[in-house]
């Protein structure tokens, strides 16, 4: 079994919840409410039936070294890492958006309270010359809507053409989630574009700091802004990027999951030639 998280619903729901704000509409905090009440309620029965189901299976692979602690907290179990490729990828068309600069920073992220976008709308209407393109949708959409300004463009869903040309031209991919894996600046690096993430989660294993990108380390509107101040007197190299990228390929996936699977079998009593 490849685990991408046990769920962080269940494991991690003060963080998948997130604060609420004084933007907060009425109805998005009744509904934050309602959801802390029905965790809480029904939190420790889940967690055991999890656990319980979890133990039965054969073997797991974790696709982080922070999905790996994740694993171990909460099922006690060891899981190899295997890291999965991106989706996406610089090779195939590409779409240009009307009426969007090449220039800008671009955050793809569903809009959940615990990708922090907020966090990073915010620093745009702070930092001079902070134009950002947002990806992605989700339940904070309007409240994110409420506090950005002109600097900020929300384009939704878009196709992978679209997003292939949004990451070809932008000058970083910016991020402050907590995540799992963080395919995001692996998808960008293949554009050769760098990234400025959370220091933490899965952008520890896929971002190679000063290299492809930098680290932030706090989800702030305040240290996403001295990130963004930092990375504008920082050179990069656009191979580099590219080389980093390449380390996280569908081939190199492949290698390494056959390579587990022939070290796994004989475990389980099957002789491999």
Excluded at 263 to 268: A, D
């Amino acid at each position: 079994m490849l685990c991408y998280a046990p769920a962080r619903w269940l494991y991690q729901p003060d963080r998948y919840l997130g604060v609420a704000s004084s933007a907060d509409t009425n109805a998005e905090k009744l509904r934050r409410m309602a959801a802390a009440i029905a965790l809480r309620t029904m939190g420790p029965s889940l967690r055991r039936w999890d656990r319980q189901v979890a133990s039965g299976a054969d073997c797991y692979l974790a696709t982080s070294s922070a999905v790996a602690a994740m694993v171990r907290d909460a099922y006690g179990i060891e899981a190899p890492i295997l890291h999965p490729p991106p989706a996406l990828t610089a090779g195939g068309t590409e779409r240009e958006v009307a009426g969007i600069e090449p220039g800008y920073l671009l955050c793809v992220s569903r809009l959940l309270p615990y990708k922090n976008v907020d966090k990073i709308v915010e620093a745009a209407t702070r930092h001079p010359g902070f134009r950002l393109v947002v990806v992605g949708d989700g339940p904070e959409r309007q409240a994110l809507l409420r506090r950005a300004t002109s600097s900020t463009r929300f384009l939704g869903v878009v196709d992978d053409p679209t997003l292939r040309w949004l990451y070809r031209n932008c000058r970083a991919l910016v991020a402050a989630s907590y995540e799992d894996y963080g395919l995001t600046p692996l998808e960008a690096a293949s554009f050769g574009r760098p990234s400025i993430v959370l220091r933490a989660g899965g952008f520890l294993d896929t971002v190679d700091e000063g290299r492809t990108g930098l680290f932030f380390d706090r989800a702030t509107a305040e240290d996403v802004q001295r990130a963004v101040t930092e990375f504008d007197g920082c050179r990069w190299s656009e191979e580099a990027i590219t080389r980093h990228a390449d380390r996280f390929s569908e081939e190199t996936f492949v290698a390494q999951l056959r390579r587990l699977v022939q070290e796994w079998l004989p475990s389980r009593g099957v002789v491999t030639t």
